[in-house]
């Protein structure tokens, strides 16, 4: 008995340590400002970000998630460790839908509609384990 306990153990042990490349990096973070196309800030909006990684030939799977909501001055911020595992990281604005969305990425708005839309972070400046902004713009529709 006691020798089949130490092969489990050993099995245990060999099996984590494949895993280990997937252990998560250091704290990502992300803040910034929600404004109207005006520049005033936009308070209770939630923001989420998440990731996913290959589950098939098809299918993603969700690797974190992450929710912050913007306070009265349109700010919002959040420390999120991302897995190494993460291949797409994505965003969304989750609060109202009478608005077009804006993004800011490497200097410029781009406009998003829906979550599908949402540019891939992790291809873009986005930088994982660093300090990282992400600034929106909403219009009403």
Known sequence: MNHLLKIAILVIGITSCKKADTLPTT???????????????????????WGTKKAGPI????????????????RYERSVIVP????????AITEGNNFDNYVEINGAYQPFKTISQSPDLKNTYFKIGKKNILNFKRTKQ
Do not use: C, Q, W
Request: net charge negative; no cysteine; charged share 25%.
């Open 84 to 91: 190494n595992e993460t291949e797409i990281i994505n965003f």
């Open 59 to 74: 299918n993603r799977a969700p690797t974190f998630s992450s929710r912050s909501t913007s306070d009265s001055s349109g």
């Open 27 to 49: 704290p990502t973070e992300i803040s910034g400002i929600i404004a109207d196309d005006k520049g005033r800030p936009i308070h209770n909006v939630e923001f989420e970000l």
